[in-house]
């Protein structure tokens, strides 16, 4: 059965950065749409950033962009993001997800098929 994992979370103060990772076992990205969504309590899940795998096409939610940059390695089946620039308010738990979205439902949950167990990201001082 497929699985995504993420990594790379943790405590950072605002400003800084932190690179986050998601690789698949039993599943190949290539050909896939992969993305990062995010979620704090009470709220919705709330899309970041997205890849297409197949030209590298990417999406970024109005919050990120500029601060954050979503890429991806073939050879380790792994998908990265990137963030600098942290602000409390990229507080949450942070999901990659996978699935064969096309380029109209990059942002829409409903489009991605396989989901990790999320990291926590704490923005503070």
């Known amino acids: 059965q497929a699985q995504l994992v993420e990594s790379g979370g943790g405590l950072v103060q605002p400003g800084g950065s932190l690179r986050l990772s998601c690789v698949a076992s039993e599943l190949t990205f290539s050909g896939y749409t992969t993305a990062w969504f995010r979620q704090v309590p009470g709220n919705e899940r709330e899309f970041v950033a997205s890849i297409r795998w197949s030209g590298g096409n990417t999406l970024y939610g109005s919050p990120v962009k500029g601060r954050f940059t979503i890429s991806r390695d073939y050879a380790k089946n792994t998908m990265y993001l990137q963030m600098n620039s942290l602000k409390p308010e990229d507080t949450g738990v942070y999901y990659c997800?996978?699935?064969?979205?096309?380029?109209?439902?990059?942002?829409?949950?409903?489009?991605?098929?396989?989901w990790g167990q999320g990291t926590q990201v704490t923005v503070s001082s």
């Open positions: 997800a996978a699935g064969r979205a096309i380029a109209s439902t990059y942002s829409q949950r409903s489009a991605y098929n396989y």
